[in-house]
T-cell receptor, first 110, second 112 residues
Framework: AQSVTQLGSHVSVSEGALVLLRCNYS??????LFWYVQYPNQGLQLLLK??????LVKGINGFEAEFKKSETSFHLTKPSAHMSDAAEYFC????????FGKGTRLHILP | DSGVTQTPKHLITATGQRVTLRCSPR?????VYWYQQSLDQGLQFLIQ???????AKGNILERFSAQQFPDLHSELNLSSLELGDSALYFC???????????FGSGTRLTVV
C-alpha cells in the first residue's frame, strides 16, 4: 500500500531564506507525485506534479520539487521565502486514488 | 475560483441528524472524489465516482454514502451524525487520467 510521510508538521523559515519541505513516499512502483498548498479557509491548490517526464519539476509561485527514486523522496523547495508563502503544504502520491501526507505548516518569519 | 463548486460552505447540525453535501465538478471532469479533513486524521479519502459509477472506496463509514448524477454533480450523504463527524469535507474533480485533482473550497460541517 502506498503511503506518504512528511517530515515536520511545522517548519519556520525567515523571509528570503530557502524553503525545504520534506516528503517521502512508499511504493513498489513510483506513482504520480504531487504537492498541494492550502491557505486558511480555502481548498487545496495544486503546486506541481511529477508524472515521470522529468525528475525536476517546476511549479507555481517559484516552487520546485525533485524526484529521487533511490531515496523515494520528493522534497519541495523554493530559493527565497515570501510572507505570502505561509500556508499548509501537502505531499501526495497515487494514480487513480491519491493519498495525502499529514501536511506541513510553513511559517515565514519577518 | 477553481471551477469545483461545493455547497453549502458551512453547515451546523445536531447529533443524529442527516445532511447532504453537494459538489459540481469542473466542466469536462468525469471523476469526483470526496475527502474528509480533520485535525487528528488529516486528509482522508472517502470515495471516488467516475462518470456516474463508484470507482474506489476509502475510509468511508457505513453511515455515509455518495452518488454521482447524470449531469456529473455529486452528493455526499452523512447520516446519524456524531460529534466526531465534524470536519471539512472536500470535493475534487479530475478529467480522464489522473494528473492531479482540482479541489473545491470545502464544506465545514459542525455537529453539535
Amino acid at each position: 500500500a502506498q503511503s506518504v510521510t512528511q517530515l515536520g508538521s511545522h517548519v519556520s523559515v525567515s523571509e528570503g531564506a530557502l524553503v525545504l519541505l520534506r516528503c517521502n513516499y512508499s511504493s513498489s512502483v513510483p506513482p504520480y507525485l504531487f504537492w498541494y498548498v492550502q491557505y486558511p479557509n480555502q481548498g487545496l491548490q495544486l503546486l506541481l506534479k511529477y508524472t515521470s517526464a522529468a525528475t525536476l519539476v517546476k511549479g507555481i509561485n517559484g516552487f520546485e520539487a525533485e524526484f529521487k527514486k533511490s531515496e523515494t523522496s520528493f522534497h519541495l523547495t523554493k530559493p527565497s521565502a515570501h510572507m505570502s508563502d505561509a500556508a499548509e503544504y501537502f505531499c501526495a502520491a497515487g494514480d487513480d486514488k491519491i493519498i495525502f501526507g499529514k501536511g506541513t505548516r510553513l511559517h515565514i518569519l519577518p | 475560483d477553481s471551477g469545483v463548486t461545493q455547497t453549502p460552505k458551512h453547515l451546523i447540525t445536531a447529533t443524529g441528524q442527516r445532511v447532504t453535501l453537494r459538489c459540481s465538478p469542473r466542466s469536462g471532469d468525469l471523476s469526483v472524489y470526496w475527502y474528509q479533513q480533520s485535525l487528528d486524521q488529516g486528509l482522508q479519502f472517502l470515495i471516488q465516482y467516475y462518470n456516474g459509477e463508484e470507482r474506489a472506496k476509502g475510509n468511508i463509514l457505513e453511515r455515509f454514502s455518495a452518488q454521482q448524477f447524470p449531469d456529473l454533480h455529486s452528493e455526499l450523504n452523512l447520516s446519524s451524525l456524531e460529534l466526531g463527524d465534524s470536519a471539512l469535507y472536500f470535493c475534487a474533480s479530475s478529467p480522464t487520467g489522473n494528473y492531479g485533482y482540482t479541489f473545491g473550497s470545502g464544506t465545514r460541517l459542525t455537529v453539535v
